[in-house]
């Protein structure tokens, strides 16, 4: 007996485990390849969403507890060569007027009309008169107010630390 004929026998004898374990290999490698193209396509996906959140922004800054003037986007703006807009972000409370409903750990932004500049598309409303808060959805719908009535907004006093 060949050495041939020796592995054609051992093949054939042992045919329905090598195809046992070909169709195990070929499955499982079609499940890791399915599931890096679906992880691939969903980053894609929360990539898109949070490039179209950005809008036209490219560069934030953040500084924490502290302040800058809102003079520094405009002497940062031939500097970036680009469109800037200050904006002041604080976490706050917000109520309606009566103190019946109340939401902890709002956003707060301060911005003006150089702000919405930067949104890929125009938000829906008009003019902002300077007292008065533009509220999403769902925050206007747990505080349970409506267009024209008065929200409390509680911010942080800013402390000498």
């Known amino acids: 007996m060949t050495t041939f004929t020796l592995i054609r026998r051992s093949l054939r004898f042992h045919a329905r485990a090598h195809l046992g374990a070909l169709l ?20 894609g996906s929360l990539r898109d969403m949070a490039l179209a959140r950005l809008g036209k922004v490219e560069v934030a800054l953040a500084s924490g507890d502290r302040v ?3 003079q520094l986007a405009r ?11 200050p904006a002041l972000q604080l976490a706050s409370t917000a109520a309606n007027e009566d103190g019946s409903t109340r939401a902890n750990h709002v956003q707060a932004l301060g ?8 949104a890929s598309q125009p938000p829906g409303f008009g003019q902002i008169p300077n007292d008065a808060v533009v509220l999403n959805q769902p925050l206007a719908d747990q505080l349970k107010v409506k267009a024209g009535e008065t929200v409390l907004l509680r911010v942080p006093k800013p402390s000498q630390l």
Do not use: H, M, Y
């Open 24 to 43: 195990g290999a070929a499955v499982g490698s079609a499940v890791l390849v399915g599931a890096l193209i679906v992880g691939d396509a969903v980053r």
């Open 75 to 85: 002497d940062l703006a031939p500097k970036l060569d680009a469109a800037t807009a």
């Open 111 to 118: 911005v003006n009309e150089d702000f919405w500049k930067l």
């Open 68 to 70: 800058f003037r809102d």
